[in-house]
């Protein structure tokens, strides 16, 4: 079945490290996203892709980084400027309907700094 | 800027009553409407979309959502609730440059026995 793959599903990291967070996709969908949700405040984007090589700050970029090397993947670097970093963090990729673009997520990854 | 207020952080209903959750948008042209659901410690799912046409939306685990531009809402219903319908809600509309969708703070569903 065609879907969204995040790894790992839980992770804990010290102070200080980075972090990266994987999202595959096998569907086949150029567009890719990463959000960070945060109990009581929604989704919040981070990042997002619409093209191979080419990717957009959303809401709250500083902290992160992304690379778009392969249309299936999207990982996210949480790097150690992030000062707020415990979060879940969902990946979610888009297909084209009607003149909108439908996203499908992954099941997430749940950071944990200690 | 388009954005989607949701005024109930949490609801609680008995297990066989009606549901209706609130979604307000604000948006320059007619809207894409969509809510999506998601399960403790899971991803979001797709309910049910608005693209164009009929007013009234019919979604995957029966629900429905009814699209009203003179009260520019989007309120999604389901006559009887069940058990498992116990999550997070989230409506959502698409962005300023419509690359990606803005979401609400989600409205909370606990279902009581």
């Known amino acids: 079945d065609g879907g969204i793959t995040q790894s790992p599903k839980y992770l804990f990291r010290k102070e200080g490290q980075n972090v990266t967070l994987s999202c595959e996709q096998n569907?086949?969908?150029?567009?890719m996203y990463w959000y960070r949700q945060d109990p009581g405040q929604g989704l919040r984007l981070i990042y997002y892709s619409q093209i191979v090589n080419d990717f957009q700050k959303g809401d709250i970029a500083e902290g992160y980084s992304v690379s778009r090397e392969k249309k299936e993947s999207f990982p996210l670097t949480v790097t150690s400027a992030q000062k707020n970093p415990t979060a879940f963090y969902l990946c979610?990729?888009?297909?084209?309907?009607?003149?909108?673009?439908?996203?499908?997520f992954g099941a997430g990854s749940r950071l944990t700094v200690l | 800027a388009q954005s989607v207020t949701q005024p109930d952080i949490h609801i609680t209903v008995s297990e066989g009553a009606s549901l209706e959750l609130r979604c307000n948008y604000s948006?320059?042209?007619?809207?894409?409407l969509f809510w999506y659901v998601q399960s403790p410690g899971q991803g979001l799912q797709l309910l049910l979309k608005y693209f164009s046409g009929d007013t009234l939306v019919q979604g995957i685990k029966g629900f429905e959502a009814e699209f009203k531009r003179s009260q520019s809402s989007f309120n999604l219903r389901k006559p009887s609730v069940h058990w498992s319908d116990a999550a997070e809600y989230f409506c959502a509309v698409p962005s300023c440059s419509a690359r990606q969708l803005t979401f609400g703070s989600g409205t909370q569903l606990t279902v009581l026995p």
């Open positions: 569907l086949n969908h150029d567009a």
């Open positions: 948006y320059g042209a007619t809207p894409y």
């Open positions: 979610a990729s888009s297909e084209r309907r009607d003149g909108a673009n439908v996203l499908t």
